[in-house]
């Protein structure tokens, strides 16, 4: 598995649970997307700066987590610069940025374990209706997390690993053995929570169930 | 299903949102031309209609919880009263459409040109022809456009989309030809 990007620690970011740091991120990101008045953008940005501080996370760190998010901002802020005008991308790159910030934020504070919580109480109602099952719905969201970061990994690797042999950078080349190698990685996940012995109980087919459960590894 | 069904459609939820990673190119009017369409048509192509379109749902999921998932780091839940909602919301019967017609089309004993061919036209008909039809259906009365300026204005995407469905297609059938994935 790979690193989380969450990271222990006692701020009162912490502290809070799960569920009302989701929630207050929603309303958050959902008004400022109806806030156009740059100065209460700036502002919902110091916020956020002031936020994702108060995490115990240097500055230098949290740059470092959200390197590829600012180059898709600065894409983002030129190109609307270009198309529209200043103050609308002025307006959109401070939107963007105070979104990532309090996202990460929340992100930071909250361990995986806690996520798929709050998913299977949120996936809950639509399992009493027999729409779902909560566990794995709620598995299944907190292993895309996960998934994400390892996919970046193994794409620098596979580059690096064809930029040795002295070929060059091409979309189409890194493509295909990326994702073979994260669908082989994928199912080796898969086994490995099944021997873990996911789900508790029913529809796994074929696995043993009888394997006593060891503690997962840290 | 199996917990390696759920590891796949949680990886190609994951594939779609590492291509908004990749810069994109956002056009006036705020619609950005994406890789993350070419993630969901390779959802429907490897995974099959079900999984391909429960790995679409799982990237919405994603969105609702508030995480700058799509594009350009958008995300929360203002995303579904926007002018893209209509596309978003397609995804998933996108993804349903192109990995059923996928499904349909199934026959290894074909050349590799011939399957490639098919591939891209079961990307087309999910990822572009239903696509279109919900964003532009969305725009047109759910943000008021009417339906010829929401047609004009989606219409400057298929080059680029088209140019995704052949790459969709030529990556799935070197991809399945390595890992052996039954499509459902």
Same mark, same amino acid.
């Given at each position: 598995?790979?690193?989380?990007?969450?990271?222990?620690?006692?701020?009162?970011?912490?502290?809070? &649970? &799960?569920?009302?740091?989701?929630?207050?991120?929603?309303?958050?990101?959902?008004?400022?997307?109806?806030?156009?008045?740059?100065?209460?953008?700036?502002?919902?940005?110091?916020?956020?700066?002031?936020?994702?501080?108060? !995490?115990? !996370?240097?500055?230098?760190?949290?740059?470092?987590?959200?390197?590829? +998010?600012?180059?898709?901002?600065?894409?983002?802020?030129?190109?609307?610069?270009?198309?529209?005008?200043?103050?609308? +991308?002025?307006?959109?790159?401070?939107?963007?940025?105070?979104? +990532?910030?309090?996202?990460?934020?929340? !992100?930071? !504070?909250?361990?995986? +374990?806690?996520?798929?919580?709050?998913?299977?109480?949120?996936?809950?109602?639509?399992?009493?209706?027999?729409?779902?099952?909560?566990?794995? &719905?709620?598995?299944?969201?907190?292993?895309?997390?996960?998934?994400?970061?390892?996919?970046?990994?193994?794409?620098?690797?596979?580059?690096?690993?064809?930029?040795?042999?002295?070929?060059?950078?091409?979309?189409?080349?890194?493509?295909?053995?990326?994702?073979?190698?994260?669908?082989?990685?994928?199912?080796?996940?898969?086994?490995?929570?099944?021997?873990?012995?996911?789900?508790?109980?029913?529809?796994?087919?074929?696995?043993?169930?009888?394997?006593?459960?060891?503690?997962?590894?840290? | 299903?199996?917990?390696? @069904?759920?590891?796949?459609?949680?990886? $190609?939820?994951?594939?779609?949102?590492?291509?908004?990673?990749?810069?994109?190119?956002? #056009?006036?009017?705020?619609?950005?031309?994406?890789?993350?369409?070419?993630?969901? $048509?390779?959802?429907?192509?490897?995974?099959?209609?079900?999984?391909?379109?429960?790995?679409?749902?799982?990237?919405?999921?994603?969105?609702?919880?508030?995480?700058?998932?799509?594009?350009?780091?958008? %995300?929360?839940?203002?995303?579904?009263?926007?002018?893209?909602? %209509?596309?978003?919301?397609?995804?998933?019967?996108?993804?349903?459409?192109?990995?059923? #017609?996928?499904?349909?089309?199934?026959?290894?004993?074909?050349?590799?040109?011939?399957?490639?061919?098919?591939?891209?036209?079961?990307?087309?008909?999910?990822?572009?022809?239903?696509?279109?039809?919900?964003?532009?259906?969305?725009?047109?009365?759910? $943000?008021? $456009?009417?339906?010829?300026?929401?047609?004009?204005?989606?219409?400057?995407?298929?080059?680029? @989309?088209?140019?995704?469905?052949?790459?969709?297609?030529?990556?799935?059938?070197?991809?399945?030809?390595?890992?052996?994935?039954?499509?459902?």
């Amino acid at each position: 598995m790979i690193a989380a990007l969450a990271r222990p620690g006692t701020s009162p970011l912490h502290r809070i &649970a &799960a569920a009302p740091k989701l929630a207050g991120l929603a309303i958050v990101a959902t008004v400022l997307f109806f806030v156009d008045e740059p100065r209460l953008l700036a502002a919902a940005f110091a916020a956020a700066l002031v936020v994702a501080r108060s !995490t115990g !996370t240097r500055f230098a760190e949290i740059g470092r987590d959200l390197r590829g +998010a600012a180059v898709v901002l600065a894409v983002l802020g030129l190109a609307d610069w270009w198309l529209i005008d200043g103050p609308t +991308a002025i307006a959109v790159v401070l939107r963007l940025a105070a979104i +990532a910030l309090f996202a990460h934020a929340v !992100t930071m !504070t909250t361990s995986t +374990a806690e996520l798929t919580e709050v998913l299977e109480r949120i996936f809950g109602p639509a399992e009493r209706l027999g729409l779902l099952d909560a566990a794995r &719905a709620a598995l299944t969201v907190t292993l895309a997390l996960r998934f994400v970061p390892l996919i970046v990994e193994e794409a620098n690797a596979i580059r690096e690993a064809q930029a040795a042999r002295g070929l060059d950078a091409s979309p189409l080349a890194l493509a295909v053995p990326l994702m073979v190698r994260v669908i082989v990685r994928s199912e080796a996940l898969a086994d490995a929570i099944d021997a873990r012995g996911f789900p508790p109980e029913g529809a796994r087919r074929g696995a043993a169930r009888h394997i006593p459960a060891r503690p997962p590894s840290p | 299903m199996t917990t390696r @069904d759920i590891s796949l459609v949680a990886l $190609m939820a994951a594939v779609i949102v590492a291509l908004g990673v990749v810069p994109a190119i956002p #056009l006036a009017g705020g619609v950005p031309i994406t890789l993350q369409s070419m993630g969901v $048509m390779l959802a429907g192509l490897v995974l099959g209609p079900r999984r391909g379109a429960a790995a679409v749902l799982v990237v919405i999921a994603l969105v609702a919880l508030g995480l700058p998932v799509l594009a350009g780091g958008r %995300g929360g839940l203002a995303v579904f009263a926007g002018p893209t909602a %209509g596309f978003l919301l397609g995804w998933v019967l996108a993804a349903f459409v192109t990995g059923f #017609l996928a499904q349909v089309f199934e026959a290894p004993e074909k050349s590799t040109p011939v399957r490639t061919l098919q591939l891209t036209l079961a990307a087309i008909v999910g990822g572009i022809v239903v696509l279109y039809l919900c964003g532009i259906l969305w725009l047109a009365f759910f $943000m008021k $456009m009417g339906l010829a300026k929401a047609f004009a204005v989606s219409i400057a995407f298929v080059p680029g @989309d088209v140019a995704k469905a052949v790459v969709a297609a030529l990556v799935t059938v070197q991809v399945r030809r390595a890992v052996a994935i039954e499509r459902k």
